[in-house]
């Protein structure tokens, strides 16, 4: 292992990151130093980087913070202990990996309970990189992995580029859609076709869900949406108000309205929206509205009289992750997955990859750290 490695420093809203180098630790008892493999860019990494979701913990810019979360890698050295994964497979030194980016606390209220895996303090490792033990996110060459993150083994047959979204895009609406116990012969409206929708799709259609409805302003992302199997896209700009979509949503519902709406998009508007999309009984998930300052009106009464719940959901259980790995390995022939990563970019070039995604250009960036051409 080379002594140090480097990461890409975020220096603040819109700014460029930049590339600094760290030593490379020695993994405690019990945890894993991973080089990373590759790294994307998810919705949220440009939530950050816009402003839009303060991960600044009150530091006044610049920064010196790490981002990235959504990564896949191979083990570079195992701590003390470490002998197999979360499922019990062995686990050697250059075996391909993915694990959850948060660490479970394993003792707060929401682990104990087991309730939802927005463990209180999951995040509380994510140190400025110029501390120990340095490589606290995707954005850089190592990661390192505590004992309370779930870890598991690539299986062979699947290429780095689909392991790549499994941590965070495919596991996390893995986990939504069970949380709202969408199943067979369901109807579905994904609000949102970036990463997270376009892999909504898959698993919506692996559960069985009878009609998949989903809505973007970005025709090629829907193009691609279909091409995961949802049977009906609802384009913003041919539907430009919230009534027209809901109007339409109720139509391709025989008037009744979708048994479950999957949030992915991360604008308060699109709440009450989505709300009004759902029939009597049905469930709102909500995934993509993680930044702070967004706002919304909702109508309570219409949750009450329709029986509607509203679920706020972040992070997954590591059967969720187990779960993703098993869907790549086994169905992975029947959706085009080898498309969400469009474009690939050298780590050096992670400005460009950020520019580009921001405008719509990109689908969603891999990262590639050990790649300096
Ligand atoms: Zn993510
Ligand atoms: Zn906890």
Request: charged letters at 20%; a negative charge.
């Amino acid at each position: 292992m080379s002594e140090t490695g480097l990461v890409a420093v975020f220096t603040g809203v819109r700014r460029p990151f930049e590339l600094r180098e760290f030593p490379v630790p020695a993994p405690e008892p019990g945890d894993i130093v991973v080089k990373i493999r590759l790294a994307n860019v998810c919705g949220s990494d440009l939530h950050a980087w816009r402003g839009e979701y303060d991960i600044s913990r009150g530091q006044a810019e610049p920064f010196c913070l790490s981002i990235g979360h959504e990564m896949a890698g191979e083990v570079a050295s195992l701590g003390d202990g470490v002998t197999c994964d979360t499922a019990g497979q062995p686990l050697n030194v250059g075996d391909r990996i993915v694990y959850q980016y948060f660490c479970p606390c394993g003792s707060c209220k929401a682990c104990r309970r087991n309730k939802t895996p927005r463990c209180e303090v999951g995040m509380r490792y994510r140190f400025p990189p110029t501390e120990h033990p340095h490589f606290n996110a995707a954005y850089g060459q190592y990661f390192y992995v505590r004992s309370g993150q779930a870890v598991f083994k690539i299986p062979d047959n699947v290429p780095d580029d689909l392991a790549g979204p499994a941590n965070c895009a495919l596991s996390q609406v893995i986990d939504g859609l069970e949380r709202g116990r969408v199943g067979i012969g369901d109807t579905l409206v994904i609000q949102g076709a970036g990463g997270l929708g376009i892999n909504a799709v898959a698993v919506a259609r692996e559960r069985g869900v009878s009609q998949i409805i989903v809505i973007d302003g970005i025709e090629s992302r829907l193009e691609l949406a279909s091409e995961f199997g949802a049977d009906e896209t609802i384009l913003i700009s041919e539907f430009p108000t919230p009534d027209s979509r809901i109007k339409r949503v109720k139509e391709l519902t025989q008037g009744e309205g979708a048994d479950a709406v999957l949030e992915l998009v991360g604008i308060g508007s699109v709440v009450p929206e989505g709300l009004e999309m759902l029939s009597s009984g049905g469930d709102y998930l909500m995934i993509g509205n993680i930044t702070q300052k967004q706002r919304s009106e909702i109508k309570p009464a219409d949750l009450v009289h329709g029986g509607k719940t509203l679920h706020g959901l972040m992070w997954y259980l590591p059967e969720s992750l187990q779960q993703a790995l098993t869907l790549l390995s086994t169905r992975a022939d029947r959706y085009p997955f080898h498309k969400i990563l469009s474009h690939h970019f050298p780590l050096s070039a992670i400005n460009d990859a950020f520019a580009e995604q921001d405008c719509g250009k990109v689908q969603r960036a891999a990262l590639l750290p050990w790649d300096d051409s």
